[in-house]
Structures are given as structure tokens and as C-alpha cells.
């Protein structure tokens, strides 16, 4: 649906770093906004998400340390700082938003972008 359109995803190698950027509507921009990924034959997993004030974050276990969240509520965007890749960051990465407080679980999530490709080359 667009709803959300993701960028800045594309192929570095291990090590390297990429900013990925989501880009909402006011309808779509919603009070916290949750970044997820899926890779080839594994479930959609979360990895970051925020809160309207950017107040409160929370990161996977796997990213924490290398990956930051934040949002530029005057822009209706969001971004993820992605460094220190690793191979095994490779996925499809998703932004998604919702009416609600952070949250891990993709389910609570009302609002999602088509997705955009992060490659890591080991």
C-alpha cells in the first residue's frame, strides 16, 4: 500500500556502514516507529524501535551497540544508523509504525513499508 517507504538499503561489505530512512505520511506517522527484518526463510524478527519524543528505545540483543534509531518528526521520517554490519545483518529491512507504545512484536504494528534490501558481503 505505501504506506511507508523505506531507503538506503544496498550491499557493503562486513564492517561498513548504511543509514536506512523511512518516510511517512501524518496519517502514517504515528507515535512510535519499529524497525524489523526478515531474511530469506526466517521469520520477520524486530530490531529497533522509538518513541514519538525519541525518549525511549529498544534494540535487539543482536544489534545493540551498532545499530541507532531515531526520527525526525518534522520530516515524518525515520532513520536507523546501521554500522559494524555483519553478514549476518543481511535482510530485508522493514519500518513500521504504530498508534501504541514500543513495542517488540510485529503484531502490534498498524502501518509497514515494502521493505528495502540490506546486503552484507563477508
Known amino acids: 500500500q505505501g504506506q511507508l517507504v523505506e531507503s538506503g538499503g544496498g550491499l557493503v561489505q562486513a564492517g561498513g556502514s548504511l543509514r536506512l530512512s523511512c518516510v511517512a505520511s501524518?496519517?502514517?506517522?504515528?507515535?512510535?516507529m519499529g524497525w524489523f527484518r526478515q531474511a530469506p526463510g526466517k521469520e520477520r524478527e524486530f530490531v529497533a524501535a522509538?518513541?514519538?519524543?525519541?525518549?525511549?528505545?529498544r534494540y535487539a540483543g543482536s544489534v545493540q551497540g551498532r545499530f541507532t534509531i531515531s526520527r525526525d518528526n518534522a520530516k515524518n521520517t525515520g532513520y536507523l544508523q546501521m554500522n559494524s554490519l555483519k553478514p549476518e545483518d543481511t535482510a530485508v529491512y522493514y519500518c513500521a509504525t504504530s498508534t501504541g507504545v514500543v513495542s517488540t512484536t510485529a503484531e502490534t504494528y498498524k502501518y509497514w513499508g515494502q521493505g528495502t534490501q540490506v546486503t552484507v558481503a563477508s
Open positions: 522509538v518513541s514519538w519524543s525519541g525518549g525511549t528505545t
Open positions: 501524518e496519517r502514517t506517522f504515528t507515535s512510535t
